[in-house]
């Protein structure tokens, strides 16, 4: 736990730092593949996968998550900046409960061209701190690292698409959860729509073994800049 806290408040500290260095100014807005986001969606999504019943029994499971979130990339210098993500949620499975995560990291952006498409490359690296994943862990609040990519696509004035990845991987006590978290999306002007994705992978039990969980669903929101 001591070794959690530590790790959550460097990563804390090191977005306060990007945050203190890169100044007050946003990048330049008319930029036509400025990397910088600020949205608010709602998302669904359907379970399915295995969890572990005993000391290593694979058991099928189901159910369902709806969640709303917000996130923020911002870049006060033209190559650095930084990415916040926060969501609230309900997970529907015979755990049911909350599912709440705030994320934080220090962005990079490596590559910005204009042409027939304009876009952009995003890179993160940070830490996170929620509920545990999968739910069936039956832990409380866990901290972890956090590393993120965005390619952001602008192929008219009012057109946007992006696909988002994260990585986290968790250490629980006993064994080891890696999430993959894929999100592509296309929008016109305010709005967007997509499909987001995520595999929790957990390794753990005697015998050792894999226990896998699949979520897929669509996403809806509104880009507010």
Same mark, same amino acid.
């Given at each position: 736990?001591?070794?959690?806290?530590?790790?959550?408040?460097? +990563?804390?500290?090191?977005?306060?730092?990007?945050?203190?260095?890169?100044?007050?100014?946003?990048? %330049?807005?008319?930029?036509?593949?400025? $990397?910088?986001?600020? %949205?608010?969606?709602?998302?669904?999504?359907?379970?399915?996968?295995?969890?572990?019943?005993?000391?290593?029994?694979?058991?099928?499971?189901?159910?369902?998550?709806?969640?709303?979130?917000?996130?923020?990339?911002?870049?006060?210098?033209?190559?650095?900046?930084?990415?916040?993500?926060?969501?609230?949620?309900?997970?529907?499975?015979?755990?049911?409960?909350?599912?709440?995560?705030?994320?934080?990291? $220090?962005?990079?952006?490596?590559?910005?061209?204009?042409?027939s498409v304009d876009g952009s490359i995003v890179l993160g690296v940070g830490g996170g701190?929620?509920?545990? %994943?999968? $739910?069936?862990?039956?832990?409380?609040?866990?901290?972890?690292?956090?590393?993120? +990519?965005?390619?952001?696509?602008?192929?008219?004035?009012?057109?946007?698409?992006?696909?988002?990845?994260?990585?986290?991987?968790?250490?629980?006590?006993?064994?080891?959860?890696?999430?993959?978290?894929?999100? $592509?999306?296309?929008?016109?002007?305010?709005?967007?729509?997509?499909?987001?994705?995520?595999?929790?992978?957990?390794?753990?039990?005697?015998?050792?073994?894999?226990? %896998?969980?699949?979520?897929?669903?669509?996403?809806?929101?509104?880009?507010?800049?």
């Amino acid at each position: 736990m001591q070794e959690r806290r530590r790790f959550i408040g460097g +990563a804390a500290g090191a977005l306060a730092l990007a945050c203190i260095l890169t100044g007050p100014l946003p990048a %330049r807005a008319g930029d036509p593949s400025h $990397v910088a986001l600020w %949205r608010m969606e709602v998302h669904g999504a359907y379970l399915q996968g295995d969890q572990r019943l005993g000391a290593g029994t694979l058991a099928p499971y189901n159910g369902w998550g709806l969640w709303a979130r917000a996130g923020i990339s911002e870049f006060p210098w033209k190559w650095l900046g930084y990415d916040v993500l926060g969501q609230i949620g309900l997970v529907g499975t015979p755990q049911s409960k909350f599912d709440v995560v705030a994320e934080g990291a $220090v962005a990079f952006a490596p590559a910005r061209w204009k042409g027939s498409v304009d876009g952009s490359i995003v890179l993160g690296v940070g830490g996170g701190f929620g509920f545990e %994943r999968p $739910v069936w862990l039956g832990r409380g609040g866990t901290g972890y690292p956090l590393l993120l +990519a965005r390619l952001t696509l602008l192929p008219k004035k009012k057109i946007r698409f992006f696909a988002s990845f994260r990585f986290t991987p968790i250490t629980p006590d006993d064994g080891w959860v890696r999430s993959y978290d894929l999100e $592509v999306t296309g929008g016109y002007q305010w709005w967007y729509l997509g499909l987001r994705g995520r595999i929790d992978d957990v390794t753990q039990g005697d015998p050792e073994r894999l226990y %896998r969980t699949y979520w897929l669903g669509p996403t809806a929101g509104l880009v507010l800049r």
